[in-house]
Antibody, heavy 113, light 112 residues
Framework: QAQVVQSGTEVKKPGASVKVSCKTS????????ISWVRQAPGRGFEWIGW????????NYAQKFHDRVTMTRDTSTTTAYMELTSLTSDDTAVYYC??????WGQGTLVIVSS | DIVMTQTPLFSPVIVGQPASISCRSS???????????LNWLQQRPGQPPRLLIY???KRFSGVPDRFSGSGAGTEFTLRISRVEPEDVAIYYC?????????FGQGTKLEIK
């Protein structure tokens, strides 16, 4: 079965940036796009965007389009999500979700002064 | 954006009894390829989400057959034939028919 492993907890100051990685294995990386979703404490899910692992094309949620960059490295079968200009409202668990069906374990991002 | 509405939001059930969760989308989830991209996720306490059902009724790898999905168009249902203690979780429907993907509010399943 596929494996999806994300980078660890990040603590950032307001105004900083964070880059979360999503290392995949056990499936053909370039055959499936990858979505990024976040979940604020005690809340539901919010879709951030999607990247094609095949060609790197992206589609970002309007809310994040000026602050988010999604990339992927086919040589290491890893996807990345960078979010800039962080505020306390960005405190959440960030998940990568390849279309193959397996989700990452989540990365907690805490934004605090 | 497509709005996903789940009912009920809270479901107390007895072990061994069935449970059912409904999900309605604000527009059709049938894609141009003819598939309907409606998924069900399970999130146990303190755990990441797990895909249970995709394309309305297809069980994902390792999902017990007591879980089933049905529906069409804009109305969908997740059924658990006999609830087990490990089914305590929040269940979410989500659509992946068009960007942005959107999620239901979640239904909390608890043991009575």
């Amino acid at each position: 079965q596929a494996q999806v492993v994300q980078s660890g907890t990040e603590v950032k100051k307001p105004g900083a940036s964070v880059k979360v990685s999503c290392k995949t294995s056990g499936y053909t990386f370039s055959s499936y796009g990858i979505s990024w979703v976040r979940q604020a404490p005690g809340r539901g899910f919010e879709w951030i965007g999607w990247i094609s692992a095949l060609n790197g094309n992206t589609n970002y949620a309007q809310k994040f389009h000026d602050r988010v960059t999604m990339t992927r490295d086919t040589s290491t079968t890893t996807a990345y999500m960078e979010l800039t200009s962080l505020t306390s409202d960005d405190t959440a668990v960030y998940y990568c979700a390849p279309e193959v069906g397996w989700w990452g374990q989540g990365t907690l991002v805490i934004v605090s002064s | 954006d497509i709005v996903m509405t789940q009912t009920p939001l809270f479901s107390p059930v007895i072990v061994g009894q069935p449970a059912s969760i409904s999900c309605r989308s604000s527009q059709s989830l049938v894609d141009s390829d003819g598939n309907t991209y409606l998924n069900w996720l399970q999130q146990r306490p303190g755990q990441p989400p797990r895909l249970l059902i995709y394309q309305i009724s297809k069980r994902f790898s390792g999902v017990p057959d007591r879980f089933s999905g049905s529906g069409a168009g804009t109305e969908f249902t997740l059924r658990i034939s006999r609830v087990e203690p490990e089914d305590v979780a929040i269940y979410y429907c989500m659509q992946a028919a068009e960007f942005p993907d959107t999620f239901g509010q979640g239904t909390k399943l608890e043991i009575k």
